[in-house]
Structure formats: structure tokens, C-alpha cells
């Protein structure tokens, strides 16, 4: 994979846009392509790259510190890719992203801004404090479902699929702060394990991710979700279990991937219990 891919994330921007589309399937109870959907998902694509590339450059320092054979994930601190190009690359993928979120709707490009707001002030402003920068990170990439859903017209569907996102991303963020300790320190900010100490941080995404299987549950029963989504969603929430046990024992390494995977298997979940 080349640096520029590296640097954008691709495989998390096609986990946003199956996230898009798999919102858009919910609202629409089939598998369809309407050009509203497409367009959101291209959105989703260039919004997320903005987002990673601008976070990446404000965490140039950090991630030298956390990751010193950086090349693999982080090219920018790697020398990779010079500051310059990143900065083209955010200027490109925030134009193609809100241009194909206006081409839909008005509340899709409302959306749009206000999510690439957030991403904006991630880094310099919300990750100094404890808690605001994951729930920040959470809210927003847990966002494509209901994205895809406002592309189409229903908004209302895409709640609960964003909600379950966001809880699993909530889990997966503290997880990774706890990862970033020396990065985050040296850049000043205040995230939870630097705040309360490794160990109660663990505690605390292992709680988060323990109640995420009863939200799992009735969450979707309340909305009206089939039989087929109970029978999908068992391998995300044992996924989460194993996570939520690890973390407990004090395991870090692979819960970040796991939880990414539970992601994955939960929107098919979703799509599955509307569709089938």
C-alpha cells in the first residue's frame, strides 16, 4: 500500500462507506443503489480522508513517540509524505466530500459540515481534555449509518444503527488512548489514562464495552429488527465480550481490531434484520 493510501486510511474509508450504504439499505428495508446513496458514501469517503489526514498532521509529534517505526500507519511522521501535500489532500477531500453531500440535500450537507467541524477541532482542541475528544471521535465515525439514512430520506432508521457505532467506536477510542500515552502526554493533553492511570482506563472501556451487548439487544428489538440480525449480531457481541475480557486482564494488543471487527459484523447485522 502506497503512503498516500496509508495516510488517508483507505480501509477505514471503505468501512465508512459500507457504513453509508449499509444506513441507506436500513431506511430503505432493501438493497439498493439510488444516486442519493452513492453520493453520500463518496461524501463520507472524502470527509473521513480530510479527517485523517488533518489529524495525523496534528499528531506528527505524538506518533513519533508512541510508534517510532512509524512507516507501516503513519507517514507523515515517517517523512513519507511532506506536511505540504498533506494539507492539499485535506483542501481536495473536504471540497469532494461537501460538494457530494450538497448534491443531495441540504441536511446532508448540513451534516457534512458539522461532522468535518468536529474532526477539525479533534485534535488542537477537544482531545486536550479527558472524555470530549472520545466522545467526539465516537459520535462522528459512528455517524455513516445515519448518514446513509438521511441520503434517503429517513433519518429516524439510521438512530440506532449510529448509536451501537458509536459505543463500540467510544470503547475502541479509550483503547487507543491508553495505547498513545507518551504521544498524548507529550503533546499536553489530558486523556483518560493520563487522568485516572492505565489500569482504571482499561477497567473503564472494558465497562463500556460490557454494556454495550444489552444495548445490542434492545436497542434493535425496540426499533423492530428481525430474527436475522439476533443471529449475525452474536458474533460482533462475542467479539466484544472477548475484548471487554482482555481488557480486564489487562491485554491491550489486538482489542483495537477486534472491536473493528465487531464493527463490521454488527452493521451486517443491522442491514440483515431489515432486509431479510
Not at 436500513?26 to 480522508?49: D, K, Q, T, V
Request: hydrophobic share 60%; net charge positive; glycine share 12%.
Amino acid at each position: 500500500m502506497t503512503p498516500l493510501l496509508r495516510l488517508v486510511r483507505v480501509t477505514n474509508l471503505l468501512i465508512a462507506a459500507g457504513g453509508v450504504l449499509a444506513g441507506g439499505w436500513i431506511a430503505l428495508g432493501a438493497i439498493a443503489l439510488p444516486r442519493e446513496l452513492l453520493l453520500a458514501a463518496l461524501s463520507g469517503i472524502g470527509l473521513g480522508a480530510a479527517g485523517n489526514v488533518w489529524n495525523d498532521l496534528c499528531d506528527v509529534a505524538g506518533d513519533r513517540l508512541n510508534r517510532p517505526d512509524t512507516s507501516p500507519t503513519h507517514p507523515l511522521a515517517a517523512g513519507l509524505v511532506a506536511p505540504r501535500a498533506a494539507r492539499g489532500i485535506i483542501v481536495a477531500a473536504s471540497a469532494i466530500g461537501l460538494l457530494a453531500a450538497g448534491l443531495v440535500s441540504v441536511p446532508l450537507l448540513l451534516a457534512g459540515t458539522g461532522a468535518l467541524a468536529v474532526m477539525l477541532v479533534y485534535s488542537p482542541i477537544l482531545k486536550r481534555g479527558p472524555a470530549t475528544g472520545n466522545l467526539a471521535v465516537a459520535l462522528i465515525a459512528g455517524m455513516p449509518p445515519f448518514f446513509g439514512a438521511l441520503a434517503v430520506g429517513v433519518p429516524a432508521a439510521g438512530v440506532v444503527p449510529w448509536t451501537l457505532a458509536a459505543w463500540l467506536h467510544l470503547t475502541r477510542e479509550i483503547v487507543k488512548d491508553v495505547e498513545d500515552q507518551a504521544g498524548d502526554r507529550a503533546l499536553g493533553r489530558r486523556t483518560i489514562p493520563l487522568v485516572v492511570g492505565e489500569r482504571p482506563a482499561e477497567v473503564v472501556a472494558a465497562g463500556v464495552a460490557l454494556l454495550f451487548v444489552p444495548a445490542s439487544l434492545l436497542l434493535p428489538r425496540a426499533a423492530g429488527y428481525g430474527g436475522a440480525y439476533y443471529l449475525i449480531a452474536l458474533v460482533a457481541q462475542m467479539a466484544v465480550m472477548i475484548a471487554a475480557t482482555w481488557l480486564l486482564l489487562g491485554r491491550i494488543r489486538g482489542v483495537s481490531a477486534l472491536l473493528k471487527s465487531a464493527m463490521v459484523v454488527g452493521l451486517g447485522a443491522l442491514v440483515a434484520g431489515k432486509i431479510a
